[in-house]
């Protein structure tokens, strides 16, 4: 009998002998990561925020605990005025990993929303509030 199999490494290559298979890609994801983080900063300083987010993103996908790329992708979300995306994007992290500036950023990010919500609250009570003479 004969037996006929082959396999799709993850990149692509389907010869074993040529392929590089998972292995590789597990010991490139430091330095992807540090790419793209390293990518992500420098564009935050040159106001691309959606680049950055996007690169931020990139990190997240190979480890979706790394407190830098979270931490910059909130910072590219509230520049885009995503202040929601941005505290769920920072919830994520895990307790251990805050740092000063992470629980800062929540902080800050948490009274613009309170904020924006007494102010809609304030604008609903007005806009709904019985006017004066009327019944």
Request: net charge positive; aromatic share 10%.
């Amino acid at each position: 009998f004969f037996f006929f199999f082959f396999f799709q490494a993850e990149d692509g290559i389907r010869d074993a002998q040529e392929s590089r298979g998972l292995g590789d890609v597990y010991k490139r994801q430091p330095l992807l990561c540090a790419l793209h983080l390293n990518l992500a900063v420098s564009q935050l300083s040159q106001c691309m925020w959606d680049v950055a987010e996007r690169n931020c993103r990139r990190v997240i996908e190979l480890d979706e605990t790394n407190a830098k790329a979270r931490y910059r992708c909130a910072r590219s979300l509230e520049e885009q005025g995503k202040i929601e995306g941005a505290l769920r994007c920072l919830s994520f992290i895990p307790k251990e990993k805050k740092t000063k500036e992470i629980v800062e950023l929540t902080k800050k990010l948490k009274a613009v929303v309170n904020d924006r919500k007494a102010k809609e609250k304030s604008m609903y009570g007005q806009m709904f509030a019985p006017q004066a003479g009327e019944q």
